[in-house]
Structures are given as C-alpha cells and as structure tokens.
C-alpha cells in the first residue's frame, strides 16, 4: 500500500491563479480530510469528506473548494490565489467507526503565492 | 471556543532524561484526544489516541495519559531518535479537529 499520496511535492502560484492539490489513499477509507499548516501555527482544518459525495467545512474553508467523486481521491482547489494561502497543505484518511480513529497523513504539498 | 494548548514550545534534553510534554485542552464535547509526532518535511505520524479521563497507552519510551483537562505525553529515557515535534490534537462531537502548535523535543547524545 502507497498509503497517501499528494501531488505536488511543490509548487509556485502567482496571486490570482488556480490550482487543484490532489489527494489519493488506497486503504479504502471512508473519511479524509485537509489541512494547512503555516509556520509556528498547529494544523488547521480546512475540509473534511465522511464519504463519496459528502463534504463539509473545517475552520478554515474560505478560499477552497472540494469535491469527493471516489472513495480514493479527495481533491482541494484554489481559486483566486492569494499571499494567505502561502503554507503547507496535508490530506489525511482514517476509517469510520464509533470511536475516532488514527489519521494516516501524506507527505504533503508546498505551496508559495507571490 | 474549542482549542488546544501544549507547552513547553521546545525542549531539549540529554538521552537518558525523562520528562513530560503537556497538552491542554477545551473542548465542547471530547470524542477523542490524539498525540502525533511530526519529522521535518514530514506529515504527521499516529501515536496515540484517549478517549476518557484516567486513561494510558504505552508505546515503547513513550506513555500518554489523559485528565478531564489535560493531556501529558510521558518520555521514559530518551534517545536521540525520539527527536521530532510532538503534536496533540481533540476532536469534538461536530467532527471538527483542533490541533496544538506542537513541541518540538531535541534530545543530545
């Protein structure tokens, strides 16, 4: 197993662009999430997907949009890019269950806007 | 407002030297509190996770215990490799995860 995978490793946007951060698990879990971490500051979530079809806001959503068509990919777009969203963004899975269990994490992804 | 709070921000300790990381918390509703440790240039790695005051886990040097407040991160004599930034996280009944700013540990040979 690959576990999580994301694509970029890096990548450089000038304010205003787009791009789409992707995201893929092949542990057949149901739940996946994403979240930015800038320096000095813990991880902040951005969306979560309980499931194919389903998402919902984290505490930081304004700026991105998900989707979540398959139970592998959970892919986060940036529109309009700005200075704000210069940080590291991770996409991380864990099954479902009565209790909450362990996030597994990918290696993530580097973003700078200039 | 539900928030995560570890301290110290860093601490340095001789192998062999034992201490606590400390994670406190508010949260509405506590579904589950997690500890992960985290490389540099790395996502996070799964530790632990608590669920209800008095509980322990044990992995290796490394013991977690939790209070209806707070939650402490034990290190039984450390190695060099122990090394990393330590991070705590809560979840609530909203399904939302707040994670700490994390504490980052050296250890020297």
């Known amino acids: 197993n690959a576990g999580v995978t994301q694509t970029p490793k890096f990548r450089i946007l000038k304010i205003g662009q787009s791009m789409t951060l992707q995201c893929t698990q092949d542990?057949?879990?149901?739940?996946m999430y994403w979240y930015r971490q800038d320096p000095g500051m813990g991880l902040k979530l951005i969306y979560y997907?309980?499931?194919?079809?389903?998402?919902d806001k984290g505490e930081v959503p304004n700026g991105y949009n998900v989707s979540r068509s398959t139970t592998e990919d959970f892919p986060l777009r940036l529109e309009l890019a700005a200075p704000s969203q210069t940080s590291v963004y991770f996409c991380?899975?864990?099954?479902?269950?009565?209790?909450?269990?362990?996030?597994?994490f990918g290696p993530g992804t580097r973003l700078t806007v200039l | 407002e539900d928030q995560v709070t570890q301290s110290p921000e860093a601490l340095r300790l001789q192998e062999g030297e034992s201490s606590s990381l400390n994670c406190s918390y508010t949260?509405?509703?506590?579904?589950?509190l997690f500890w992960y440790r985290q490389d540099p240039g790395k996502g996070p790695e799964f530790l632990f996770t608590?669920?209800?005051a008095g509980e322990e886990k044990e992995k290796e040097r490394l013991k977690a215990t939790l209070t209806k407040k707070e939650s402490f991160l034990h290190i039984t004599a450390p190695k060099p490799e122990d090394s990393a930034t330590y991070l705590c996280?809560?979840?609530?009944?909203?399904?939302?995860?707040?994670f700490g700013t994390g504490t980052s540990l050296t250890v020297i040979p």
């Open positions: 949260v509405s509703g506590l579904r589950g």
């Open positions: 991380a899975s864990s099954t479902p269950g009565y209790t909450y269990n362990e996030q597994f």
């Open positions: 542990m057949n879990h149901n739940y």
């Open positions: 997907s309980v499931g194919a079809g389903i998402t």
């Open positions: 996280a809560v979840t609530n009944t909203g399904n939302q995860f707040y």
């Open positions: 608590l669920y209800s």
